[in-house]
């Protein structure tokens, strides 16, 4: 059995906080008081322009407590032009960047006017440009950088805005709640007025004011209120915008069905755009998207995309109830709404899909993701205690680990008292700002069953390592399960508490590959702990943590061919799916520590999964799949990256040459039509571009050959870009010559060029390097927008081999990337950050140069606070 590496850090586990700065204030959660002052409404009147927007906002304030205290409004950059207190000039000093104004009764009207300049606003956070519309990004702390305001969660207003702006630039104008109002004005100038009858926090607020065009449609909700429905984007987008509209009113039922929540406007409006630094924004009947999870087609997008595109717009509509009318506190109550939000597009997706190949990719993701981050130097609770700058915690660990916690809610109430838990919070906390113990004493309260043990999840970070053996009695005729848990210090976490742990466990007998009695669902909750298991004749093989019920490492003793037999035998998919990916990756652990990879065991678990007709092409495609070299990396105690790669590269070879018949007959499976997107549809499409990439393992020449054939025949981009990804680490002509083409046929098309770029930057090939740093010069490159950015620096970043070429002008790139990005926009310089903090890991003369990378960014001056706390944290 391999060693499943536990995080190892050096001597006694640092502060989780940044180091001291005299510029950056550490906020921590401990020191939460309520608002002094809360504001009930707000009105805001925008005179819209690019470079020069004038912001007046009227709040009306009302004194929270029994306290003397003045009002402070936070500001960000604004340059401010008049304040009044009850219509008169207001005495309000400037504290730093808060507005700070003595006010003498409890309740008062305090009216600003500032200045601010979208077009040169390059963070991408506030109100800014992109490719001539305006748009806004508020959360986390956005809101300040429009108007003075204080911006906390927990304050939250009755909104009225008024918008007025060139008619020609901006034909539409939007904002949250419902037009009330518009008109024409002097010099081609229009306005609008909208309302917005929930109470919500600043960050929810949007404003878009653009040409742009609708698609329109409509859903009745289950108890009969018509809402108007409308994706905005660029004309010629409109095409693109079916699949978006479609996953909108499938989750609109959805959540209907499985939480009952109904929407609560008679408008629904989705905007995309170009520049965007996240994924999406929930803003209340107003969300905001990057383009890339609205625009798709058959020509452009892949099957993939289309997934995502229907999760986000998913994630963003559940938000309206997980977000919008439940919010949160403070900042540290993040995973509240986004690990239970998360959740729930994980439950859509899987039952709009295959729910068993879903699981195996989100488990994929927080091992890629979260899993490094819960053993690294940037490791935090799902409910941190502390940061600098609260946009750096928009992780992995919050959004997904924070998932998984609610699915081990879940687990342990099961779904109807899961489902009573939740309508209790959303009754209980509706219009409110919550924590995450108010939505565990939901679920407690609902369900009577106590989970403050559980509680542990939300506070202490790192990834549990549970070992596992079975012992077998033939005279009593039982099973013993013995388990044992360990969890590494993380920084700020010196001493770690034994967790709760649920584990899906079932035993299968060795002969007949049976499952013997029932699943059951065994808690661990002390460090050592042993269950029994009756009425079992003959030792049994385990089969534990099936459908991966808790996010941990797991080490089971196993008996010789147990893997292999699990691997065909067991009952649930996704432990099924893990005994194929161990018996790989055994093969690959002990390949790069010896430098030869024994194949056999895993040629023969692939031919049989291949030939297994009782599993879907889909299955057969995520199980057969070989662990990227990021995750084998993960379970040594030294990284060295050639040898993951060869190791990797050798098994990849030995199972294409040796199956070579099974992987052409896979590829040549045929599917459905390119445009149908039906689980089975993309199951083979998927199966055909992993077989073929096996074949051209083991036979580069004629596996280029079948790819560009592939490629140039393709009649949808899922084909196209997987026979191009394989090209790319191809050395045959046929490289350069579907690269061409491809840029040639896209290249007015932003999303598909960011493919162009991102498949070239993950090429498995030696000369990545210099064909990335010649891409950061090419005319299509720039480092302003975001999802060029990463489609560039974080996708080289993400190619394990290339990233780490020996010579460290990988890690250079990505340091000059991340120095040259914060000039613009610290939020999507800092995510550029982590794969350099994985320095530690690797060999001396690697982990060297990388540390020096990091040194180099930390010292540099006039740093943001964004990639200060990601670098200094780094190298501590
Ligand atoms: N709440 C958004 C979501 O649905 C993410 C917004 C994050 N924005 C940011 N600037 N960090 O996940
Ligand atoms: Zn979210």
């Not at 003595?102 to 390059?122: C, L, Q």
């Not at 081999?801 to 990505?814: I, K, N, Q, V």
Request: glycine content about 6%; aromatic content about 8%; proline content about 5%.
């Amino acid at each position: 059995m391999a060693d499943v590496r536990s995080p190892t850090l050096p001597g006694d586990p640092q502060s989780a906080e940044a180091p001291p700065s005299p510029t950056h204030v550490t906020t921590r959660r401990e020191d939460y008081r309520a608002p002094d002052w809360l504001v009930p409404e707000i009105a805001l009147d925008f005179s819209l322009d690019l470079e020069r927007t004038r912001v007046r906002a009227i709040l009306s304030v009302e004194r929270n407590g029994d306290h003397d205290r003045p009002l402070k409004l936070d500001g960000d950059g604004l340059a401010l032009l008049k304040v009044k207190l009850d219509g008169a000039d207001a005495a309000a000093r400037q504290d730093g960047e808060q507005l700070v104004i003595d006010i003498a009764g409890d309740r008062a009207t305090v009216e600003t006017e500032v200045e601010i300049s979208p077009a040169a606003n390059t963070q991408l956070m506030g109100l800014y440009a992109s490719g001539g519309m305006l748009c806004t990004q508020c959360e986390a702390e956005g809101f300040r950088r429009i108007t003075f305001f204080p911006d906390r969660p927990d304050v939250l207003s009755r909104y009225r805005v008024r918008m007025e702006g060139d008619a020609a630039r901006f034909p539409v104008l939007l904002s949250n709640g419902n037009r009330v109002a518009t008109g024409e004005a002097a010099d081609g100038r229009h306005w609008a007025e909208w309302e917005d009858p929930f109470p919500k926090p600043c960050y929810l607020f949007a404003l878009v004011a653009g040409d742009l065009q609708a698609n329109s449609d409509r859903f009745t909700t289950a108890s009969g209120r018509e809402v108007e429905l409308n994706i905005y984007v660029r004309a010629a987008d409109l095409p693109k915008t079916a699949h978006a509209m479609h996953s909108l009113k499938q989750a609109m039922a959805w959540d209907e069905q499985v939480y009952g929540r109904e929407y609560d406007l008679d408008l629904f409006n989705i905007v995309a755009v170009s520049d965007f630094n996240m994924g999406a924004m929930e803003n209340k009947g107003l969300n905001v998207f990057n383009t890339a999870y609205v625009l798709a087609d058959q020509d452009t997008a892949t099957d993939g995309d289309f997934d995502n595109i229907a999760r986000v717009v998913a994630h963003e509509y559940f938000h309206n109830w997980s977000g919008n009318r439940v919010t949160c506190r403070d900042w540290f109550q993040l995973s509240l709404k986004e690990g239970f939000t998360v959740f729930r597009d994980q439950g859509f997706s899987a039952d709009i899909g295959s729910a068993a190949v879903k699981r195996i990719e989100d488990v994929r993701v927080l091992r890629a993701a979260q899993f490094p981050e819960d053993s690294g130097p940037l490791a935090h609770a799902v409910r941190p205690d502390s940061y600098l700058e609260i946009s750096n915690f928009y992780t992995a660990t919050v959004y997904n680990k924070g998932a998984e916690l609610i699915r081990m809610f879940h687990t342990l109430l099961g779904p109807e008292k899961f489902r009573a838990g939740t309508d209790l919070y959303f009754d209980r906390h509706d219009g409110e700002a919550a924590t995450c113990d108010d939505f565990v004493a939901a679920l407690e309260d609902a369900s009577g069953v106590d989970l403050s043990r559980f509680k542990i999840w939300y506070s202490q970070a790192g990834t549990p390592h549970v070992r596992a053996h079975i012992s077998h009695d033939a005279d009593a005729k039982a099973a013993l399960l013995h388990l044992s848990q360990h969890l590494a210090p993380t920084p700020g976490q010196a001493v770690k508490q034994v967790m709760p742990i649920p584990l899906r466990t079932a035993l299968i007998d060795r002969h007949s590959g049976e499952q013997i009695g029932d699943e059951r669902l065994i808690v661990l909750d002390e460090a050592e702990q042993a269950f029994r298991f009756d009425g079992v004749g003959s030792a049994p093989m385990l089969s534990i943590n099936r459908g991966f019920s808790a996010p941990i490492l797991l080490d089971v003793a196993r008996g010789p061919g147990e893997l292999e037999r699990l691997a065909q035998a067991d009952g649930d998919p996704f432990a099924r799916y893990e005994a194929i990916q161990e018996l790989m990756m055994r093969a690959l652990v002990a390949g790069a520590q010896a430098n030869a990879v024994d194949a056999d065991t895993v040629v023969e678990a692939i031919a049989a999964t291949l030939a297994d007709d009782r599993i879907d092409a889909a299955f057969k495609a995520e199980a057969i799949l070989a662990p990227s070299e990021a995750l084998i990396a993960d379970r040594l105690d030294v990284v060295v990256p050639d040898a993951v790669h060869r190791a990797r590269d050798a098994l990849r070879a030995a199972v294409g040459a040796r199956l070579s018949d099974a992987m052409l007959a896979a590829h040549r499976q045929e599917g459905g039509a390119g445009n149908d997107l039906s689980p089975e549809a993309k199951g083979i499409r998927r199966l055909r571009s992993v077989a073929l990439g096996y074949f051209a393992a083991g036979d580069a020449t004629a596996g280029a050959a079948l790819a560009k054939a592939q490629f140039d025949g393709a009649d949808n981009m899922t084909d196209r870009q997987g026979a191009l990804g394989l090209l790319v680490s191809l050395d045959g002509p046929e490289r350069v010559q579907a690269l061409d083409a491809f840029y040639l046929r896209f290249r007015e098309d932003p999303l598909v060029l960011d493919k162009w770029f991102g498949l070239q930057a993950m090429a498995q090939r030696a000369e990545t390097v210099d064909e990335v740093l010649k891409l950061a010069e090419h005319p299509d490159f720039t480092i302003s927008n975001p999802n060029r950015l990463r489609a560039l620096a974080g996708s080289f970043a993400a190619n394990h081999w290339a990233f780490h070429s020996p010579d460290g002008r990988g890690y250079a790139f990505l340091a000059d990337m991340i120095l040259a990005a914060d000039k613009l926009n610290p939020q999507t310089a800092a995510r550029l950050v982590p794969p350099l903090g994985r320095w530690r890991r690797f060999e001396p003369h690697r982990s060297k140069l990388m540390r020096a990378q990091l040194e180099r960014v930390a010292g540099t001056s006039g740093l943001s606070k964004d990639v200060y706390e990601q670098a200094s944290k780094s190298l501590v």
